[in-house]
């Protein structure tokens, strides 16, 4: 099962010079163990052996909150259609540009080690190492979300996660807060369809979900939403062959993207932007900043903009995948954010958590450092291991010399966005425009994916309490009549009491 191609001989014996400490002494022996006398205790002094064991009781970082199960490669982005008239970012600037990236997929809500084959949204996030700065478009393979405010964020993951007492996942506690909170049903709808399990890394979409901005350098701007279309085509796996992969190979997801990278199938997604003027996004018939909706492609075509090819693996996992910092924060000139609340959230959140996972200076990480290189003044914190700025300056303004800001008003922001109105928790109304894109959906699938999609729900909504069902039921009939009709046939076939 193995997916490095090992030779079926033992290879001839290679040096790799002597073996030392980490601090560089040679080592005598790196099988026994300094003791008193045969029978005698381990010496303290055996620093190579206590380094060894303290290196090792150290090698765990925390896991990804999110996001923890996932695999990683590196390619490149190409500039495919001329945009320069939509965004001044450099890396976009002219057809056939190249920029290298580094793309990270994963499932959310299990642990690192659980299963590929998990019925969960996707990860899709997108490192774009530009000459100037990282840009990450930190997205999932559905371009929408279960929530819309980030102040939910917290308590719709610990949803996702374990019971606190019973430490099981717990569908009462997902119903529970999915039937409270129904703008997540076009989510919900999505993730208990046949996309909810994709096969593999390979045949699934990415998207921003989230409008960004283009600006360009005289700072006007116009909203875009990224979609990443896959050219292996969507492939999905079915719930019980991706049960019998979770017992048999539940890191299939991992292993398809490195084999298939390892076999010269260098996997490919074409990217587009929908673009949205400002007046268009004013006047659109619901929020386009919620992210709960998708933006109509027949109201906003896709442009399309590149193609990502992913062509290495990964030399190191940990090294490269584990250490990875992917923030929606990081942006380059030419790109900015909406005023989408949960991406706001984010732009917080990610740097937060990447602090405190892999600390202040995880930027100097070579898989998060800038190819341009940074040119700051933050000095010291754990791990300072770029030379700290030398004797450089270490604060601005000053008289020595060092970097200074450049004063390109389209480099920071946008042009100025009015904002008006009162500061105060303005709370989403709930209107049938939340339930419709989930009744639309709906009525995309054929009889046969509508049938499976309500087994699905009915198997895990059936074990919670009636009155969860009950009311998670009334969306589902809000969104469609024949999607509610369903739900509650399946649920009784399941033995709800409904
Ligand atoms: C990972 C927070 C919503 C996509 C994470 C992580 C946090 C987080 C703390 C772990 C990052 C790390 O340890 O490196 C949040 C918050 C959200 C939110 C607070 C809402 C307010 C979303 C949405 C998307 C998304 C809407 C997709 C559109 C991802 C992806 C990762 C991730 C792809 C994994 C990145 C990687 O591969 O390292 N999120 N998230 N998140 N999130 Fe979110």
Redesign the pocket.
Known sequence: MASVQYPSDAPAATSRGVLTTANGNPVDHNQTSLTAGEYGPVALQDFHLIDKLAHFDRERIPE????AK?AGAHGYFEVTKDVSHLTCAKFLGRVGKRTPVFT?F?TVGGELGSADTARDPR???VKFYTEEGNFDM???NTPV?FIRD?IK?PDFIHTQKRHPQTHLPDATMMWDFWSLVPESLHQVTILMSDRGIPNGYRHMHG????ALKFVSQDGSYRYVKWHFRTEQGIKNILPAEAARLAGTDPNYATRDLFDAIERGEHPAWRVYVQVIEPEQALKYRFNPFD?TKVVSQKDFPLHEVGRMVLNRNPENYFAEVEQ???CPSHMVPGIAPSPDR?LQ??LF??AD??RH?LGANYLQIPINRPLNGANTHQRDGAMAINGNGGSAPNYEPNSFGGPAQNNLPAQTHARGVAVTGELARHTYELTDDDFAQAGDLFNLFTAEQKDRLATVIASSLSQVPLFIQKRQLAHFYRADKDYGRRVEAALKAAGSKI
């Open positions: 990804r909150v999110v996001h996932g990270r994963s990860g899709f996030a930190v997205g999932n979300f980030p964020f998207y921003s979900s989230h992210v990875a910092a992917f949960m959230g984010r959140s990610y958590t990447h996972r």
